[in-house]
């Protein structure tokens, strides 16, 4: 496979340095791609880069993943206004094997292949620097006029709201480069990736090579992900969409993905699965004949779901989704982790009862009119129930129902439902 061609095609190729083909056709390379450890999991908006690795290993290459341990405690200038909060090394080391279990989901480490990819730690070569060394043996080979041209510097000493840049996180870059540096030397590496905001940084690396190292090296950036209508990739209400399923259920994470737009949805497939331009462009026609049924969005999440939790997951993500939007019923939430269930009803409309009420038995008017506000009064409730339009639990009921601690889920959820679509839970303590 030729690796730059394939991230033409996939439109993951921003900017690349002359050569950069022609160096990777004359035999086995190894790249690396810098990953900020400030959290012990990867967002989505990683992938991008991560799918670089994985199409270059694929290529027959070796990809190296570098955790920015020590860049991690200064925080890179590019893209921000404010500076970053600093982390101790113990929390940077969590960070780092968390990082390295979700990596494992796409690249192989443990294989005997010869491009078998390689996860380090910028925190290990950096520690032992002192300041003074660092100055002389590093800085002094960069100028200062250097490093004021580069965008990331500009941008934030000359922004209106901007509250300037310490000389910390100024000298980022020179830190980044020397990283390049020593990849360089003692892992022959000759090219490193990353997003398009990052070009300044890398060619800081590539200039410490050719000043310091003697050697050449090389640049490859992919393009900053947007949605279709301008707002930023992977970005919620809630937050980011992590991989880590504690922080973003794989409900939430499928959900993610199905809910893109038509537009992204192709473009993502290109972009965060291994799908061959012949497949994508199948099922874009596909899309095309029936956009109701949502064919894209259904292979990408399924896809990217599998890929990043397991099939389980991705099948409990589809058993989810058909209890808020198809038919199912008591059995099915049962059948759901409390996680899930949770994820599923986040943001319903929801009241507390007192546990003591239910173990008595509590009639279906008092609990859906008085104990809730699911009706307005008595009468609406009973108008409802005798149309057959209130379910508890996913199950139709009337008037008559009693409820009990036997219709608890989880020992401690109700959910009732007005109609098609109107969800109420209820919490029982």
Same mark, same amino acid.
């Given at each position: 496979?030729?690796?730059?061609?394939?991230?033409e095609?996939?439109?993951?190729?921003?900017?690349?340095?002359p050569?950069?083909?022609?160096?990777?056709?004359?035999?086995?390379?190894?790249?690396?791609?810098g990953?900020?450890?400030?959290?012990?999991?990867l967002?989505?908006?990683?992938?991008?880069?991560?799918?670089?690795?994985?199409?270059?290993?694929?290529?027959?290459?070796?990809?190296?993943?570098l955790?920015?341990?020590?860049?991690?405690?200064?925080?890179?200038?590019?893209?921000?206004?404010?500076?970053?909060?600093?982390?101790?090394?113990?929390?940077?080391?969590?960070?780092?094997?968390?990082?390295?279990?979700?990596?494992?989901?796409?690249?192989?480490?443990? +294989?005997?292949? =010869?491009?078998?990819?390689?996860? #380090?730690?910028?925190? %290990?070569?950096?520690?032992? /620097?002192?300041?003074? *060394?660092?100055?002389?043996?590093?800085?002094?080979?960069?100028?200062?006029?250097?490093?004021?041209?580069?965008?990331?510097?500009?941008?934030?000493?000359?922004?209106?709201?901007?509250?300037?840049? +310490?000389?910390? =996180?100024?000298?980022?870059?020179? #830190?980044?480069?020397? %990283?390049?540096?020593?990849? /360089?030397?003692?892992? *022959?590496?000759?090219?490193?990736?990353?997003?398009?905001?990052?070009?300044?940084?890398?060619?800081?690396?590539?200039?410490?090579?050719?000043?310091?190292?003697?050697?050449?090296a090389?640049?490859?950036?992919?393009?900053?992900?947007?949605?279709?209508?301008?707002?930023?990739?992977?970005?919620?209400?809630?937050?980011?969409?992590?991989?880590?399923?504690?922080?973003?259920?794989?409900y939430?994470?499928?959900?993610?993905?199905?809910?893109?737009?038509?537009?992204?949805?192709?473009?993502y497939?290109?972009?965060?699965?291994?799908?061959?331009?012949?497949e994508?462009?199948?099922?874009?026609k596909?899309?095309?004949?029936?956009?109701?049924?949502?064919a894209?969005q259904?292979?990408?999440?399924?896809?990217?779901?599998?890929?990043?939790?397991?099939?389980?997951?991705?099948?409990n993500?589809?058993?989810?989704?058909?209890?808020?939007?198809?038919?199912?019923?008591?059995?099915?939430?049962?059948?759901?982790s409390?996680?899930?269930?949770?994820?599923?009803?986040?943001?319903?409309?929801?009241?507390d009862?007192?546990?003591?009420?239910?173990?008595?038995?509590?009639?279906?008017?008092?609990?859906t009119?008085?104990?809730?506000?699911?009706?307005?009064?008595?009468?609406?409730a009973?108008?409802?129930?005798?149309?057959?339009?209130?379910?508890?639990?996913?199950?139709?009921?009337?008037?008559?129902?009693?409820?009990?601690?036997?219709?608890?889920?989880?020992?401690?959820?109700?959910?009732?439902?007005?109609?098609?679509?109107?969800?109420?839970?209820?919490?029982?303590?």
């Amino acid at each position: 496979m030729n690796f730059v061609k394939e991230l033409e095609w996939r439109e993951m190729l921003h900017t690349s340095m002359p050569g950069v083909e022609e160096h990777l056709k004359e035999g086995m390379r190894s790249a690396y791609v810098g990953i900020d450890p400030t959290a012990d999991s990867l967002h989505i908006g990683h992938l991008v880069s991560v799918m670089m690795l994985k199409h270059f290993q694929a290529a027959g290459h070796r990809p190296i993943a570098l955790i920015g341990g020590a860049t991690g405690m200064i925080g890179d200038p590019s893209g921000k206004s404010k500076e970053r909060n600093l982390l101790d090394e113990e929390t940077l080391r969590h960070n780092q094997e968390s990082i390295k279990q979700q990596l494992a989901r796409f690249l192989d480490f443990d +294989s005997d292949a =010869e491009n078998a990819a390689k996860v #380090v730690n910028n925190f %290990d070569w950096m520690k032992d /620097f002192s300041f003074l *060394g660092f100055i002389r043996d590093v800085g002094k080979h960069i100028t200062v006029n250097y490093m004021m041209a580069k965008d990331s510097v500009k941008k934030r000493l000359t922004a209106e709201d901007s509250e300037g840049m +310490s000389f910390t =996180e100024f000298t980022y870059q020179l #830190v980044q480069g020397y %990283d390049f540096l020593h990849l /360089f030397n003692h892992e *022959g590496c000759t090219l490193q990736m990353g997003g398009s905001d990052q070009w300044g940084n890398i060619t800081t690396g590539t200039e410490m090579i050719r000043r310091i190292g003697n050697g050449k090296a090389f640049a490859i950036t992919c393009p900053l992900i947007t949605k279709s209508d301008g707002g930023k990739f992977g970005k919620t209400e809630s937050g980011n969409i992590w991989l880590d399923a504690d922080r973003t259920s794989p409900y939430v994470f499928y959900q993610f993905w199905m809910n893109v737009s038509d537009e992204d949805a192709a473009k993502y497939m290109r972009i965060f699965t291994l799908f061959s331009k012949d497949e994508i462009e199948e099922l874009i026609k596909k899309h095309a004949e029936a956009p109701h049924l949502r064919a894209l969005q259904s292979a990408l999440a399924k896809d990217v779901t599998i890929r990043v939790h397991s099939e389980e997951d991705y099948n409990n993500a589809v058993a989810a989704s058909n209890i808020l939007f198809g038919k199912s019923t008591t059995q099915d939430l049962k059948k759901l982790s409390e996680r899930d269930f949770l994820s599923i009803f986040e943001g319903v409309p929801q009241s507390d009862v007192d546990l003591s009420v239910i173990k008595d038995g509590l009639g279906i008017i008092e609990l859906t009119a008085e104990k809730s506000d699911l009706f307005s009064s008595n009468g609406e409730a009973r108008r409802m129930l005798k149309s057959n339009a209130v379910s508890l639990n996913k199950e139709k009921v009337d008037e008559s129902k009693v409820v009990n601690s036997e219709d608890l889920l989880f020992g401690k959820y109700l959910i009732l439902q007005k109609g098609k679509k109107n969800y109420y839970l209820i919490s029982v303590s």
